[in-house]
């Protein structure tokens, strides 16, 4: 996608999982010019390029400290700081109780465990799916006016329970893009149309 991208040892691949690259493509599609963006579990920052790129203003998340270390650097190398802000912490926990966003976007942990070593903390969205319960109940105080989460998802875990903490927030799930591969379904999904303080501040 024409980003130059140096990936550590621990931090999830985007050439080797589709998912990241393929919510990266799909991205890259859209009209970001002026929004803000939020990337959960950032990685090495391909999607918050790929939307700094698109013209968003983007904070990077990420609660590995080698991901941001990663995502900073990717950052520097396509110089784009002026664009992306890298942050680390645990969903929203660390970034600025003021900030909010008109997109969030995020290739999240799909499985209910939790991580087997360091290398599966990109995968493993704890046993009760913590990582979906602290975002349902970060976003009615981080989503701008109108704003959503796009999310990619794979067949390989079970979506009932994400889309039920989701909508519980308020939000309403439609699938957006969907890709069959041989042995996996991914699904790209638009959470939109839920209440936030800033409806209320409106």
């Known amino acids: 996608m024409g980003l130059d991208l140096v990936i550590e040892p621990g931090v999830l691949h985007p050439r080797h999982f589709a998912s990241s690259r393929w919510l990266a493509v799909h991205l890259s599609r859209l009209d970001l010019r002026g929004l803000r963006v939020a990337d959960l579990g950032t990685g090495s920052g391909i999607l918050a390029l790929v939307a700094a790129r698109a013209g968003a203003a983007v904070t990077a998340i990420d609660i590995n400290p080698i991901a941001v ?89 079970d979506f009932a329970e994400v889309r039920d903490l989701l909508e519980r927030s308020g939000l309403q799930g439609r699938v957006e893009a969907e890709r069959r591969g041989l042995f996996e379904t991914l699904s790209i999904v638009r959470f939109s149309g839920g209440p936030s303080r800033h409806d209320a501040l409106a």
Not at 77 to 101: C, Q
């Open 69 to 157: 270390r990663c995502a900073k650097a990717n950052v520097e190398r396509n110089a784009l700081g002026a664009l992306v802000e890298v942050v680390e912490s645990d969903v929203f926990a660390k970034v600025p109780s003021e900030a909010a966003f008109d997109l969030v976007i995020t290739n999240p942990p799909f499985f209910p465990r939790g991580p087997r070593d360091p290398a599966d903390v990109p995968f493993a969205a704890g046993a009760n799916l913590e990582f979906f319960r602290r975002l349902a109940e970060g976003l009615p105080s981080r989503l701008a006016r109108r704003g959503s989460v796009l999310l990619v998802h794979s067949s390989d875990a």
